[in-house]
């Protein structure tokens, strides 16, 4: 007797928080180095891994096996039911449907940003104030005066 569609995808959903779990229990409790999680092997995936910016790392490795788990019931339900020609699409159709928006979503967040029209270019120069000057009440006036007169080179003073 074979298990109805919302039991297996309730098994797909259910590996997958239980393989982000053990993640999660691997590399905090454990070494508490995160590393070399599942969804860490999507890097090349740009779209795809944008997600993690919302649910970080767990949430990639959560679609990865979600999408894997799903596609295996997938096949199981091609071999258990040969004749029934798309038995298997309503396996897949959840894990793809949260793919497409993760992938439209990550494309849309890789996308330029416009140019502003137009730019402004700010220099800041720390200027070189003397430690006894600079906590001396009494030059405050003559700091900030000195802080927003121009620059002036030697070539500009007058002879």
Known sequence: M???WSQRALWAISGAVLWVALEMVVARLFTGFPWNLLGASQYQML???QIASVTGIYGVSFLVVWTSLSLLSAALMVLQRPTQRSAWLGEIALPFFALTVC???GFRQLQPDSAPHRTLRVTLVQPSIPQTVIWDPGMEGDRFKELITPFRTSSDEPN
Do not use: D, R, W
Request: net charge neutral; hydrophobic share 65%.
């Open 2 to 4: 074979s298990a109805s």
């Open 47 to 49: 779209p795809l891994i």
């Open 103 to 105: 992938f439209v979503l």
